[in-house]
């Protein structure tokens, strides 16, 4: 079975310079910045017929403009238990509206609803039980001013996950253009 989910592609300029605050944490373990990405809908482990519906769905999703995508600051998920440091993302009312289009597309298609409120970010790190939350929070403070990185979004993805600790690598299943078409040869994504 394939761990689907569906979410935003990390233009590579902005990967690069995420890539910057990768390191000087104990216990973490770094994404790869070609897997970095906004998680829309998370399915996990589905059937073929699950993924077929979704990947329909998707395909007849509402015609949206490209979206404005703003990164604006490093913080992380867990408290007291520190589990991932991520770049935070605006949550704008577009890129709210499309998730939670994304969440109907998936419940239709005959998944659980999902319990977890939207936070969008982009992981940069999955921490274990080394990733103190002294060690987190000397390691943010450390990372300086966070410059605010701006894309724009001209497609969703579906997204298989490869078996692995961590997550990734990614791999885009299909693409979903948004009115203005796919990203031009320059734009590529990952």
Same mark, same amino acid.
């Given at each position: 079975m394939p761990r689907l989910f569906t979410g935003l592609e990390i233009p590579a300029e902005v990967a690069e310079r995420l890539a910057f605050f990768r390191g000087g944490l104990p216990g973490a373990r770094w994404i790869e910045p070609s897997d970095y990405h906004v998680t829309l809908r998370f399915l996990g482990e589905v059937d073929d017929g699950l993924a077929a519906d979704v990947d329909a769905g998707l395909q007849e999703a509402r015609v949206?403009?490209?979206?404005?995508?703003?990164?604006?600051?490093?913080?992380?998920?867990?408290?007291?238990?520190?589990?991932?440091?991520?770049?935070?993302?605006?949550?704008?009312?577009?890129?709210?509206?499309?998730q939670e289009e994304h969440e109907r597309i998936a419940r239709r298609a005959g998944a659980a609803p999902e319990r977890r409120k939207f936070t969008p970010h982009v992981t940069l790190a999955r921490l274990n039980r080394g990733a103190s939350p002294e060690a987190?929070?000397?390691?943010? =403070?450390?990372? +300086?001013?966070? &410059?605010? @990185?701006?894309?724009? *979004?001209?497609?969703? %993805?579906?997204?298989?996950?490869? =078996?692995?600790? +961590?997550?990734? &690598?990614? @791999?885009?299943?299909? *693409?979903?253009?948004? %009115?203005?078409?796919?990203f031009p040869p320059d734009e590529a994504g990952p």
């Amino acid at each position: 079975m394939p761990r689907l989910f569906t979410g935003l592609e990390i233009p590579a300029e902005v990967a690069e310079r995420l890539a910057f605050f990768r390191g000087g944490l104990p216990g973490a373990r770094w994404i790869e910045p070609s897997d970095y990405h906004v998680t829309l809908r998370f399915l996990g482990e589905v059937d073929d017929g699950l993924a077929a519906d979704v990947d329909a769905g998707l395909q007849e999703a509402r015609v949206r403009a490209p979206l404005t995508v703003t990164l604006d600051g490093l913080a992380s998920f867990g408290g007291d238990r520190p589990r991932a440091l991520y770049a935070s993302v605006v949550p704008t009312p577009e890129l709210i509206d499309l998730q939670e289009e994304h969440e109907r597309i998936a419940r239709r298609a005959g998944a659980a609803p999902e319990r977890r409120k939207f936070t969008p970010h982009v992981t940069l790190a999955r921490l274990n039980r080394g990733a103190s939350p002294e060690a987190v929070a000397r390691r943010l =403070t450390e990372a +300086g001013v966070f &410059p605010r @990185l701006i894309f724009v *979004a001209r497609r969703a %993805a579906l997204f298989s996950a490869r =078996t692995s600790r +961590g997550g990734g &690598p990614y @791999l885009v299943e299909a *693409a979903y253009p948004f %009115a203005a078409g796919g990203f031009p040869p320059d734009e590529a994504g990952p």
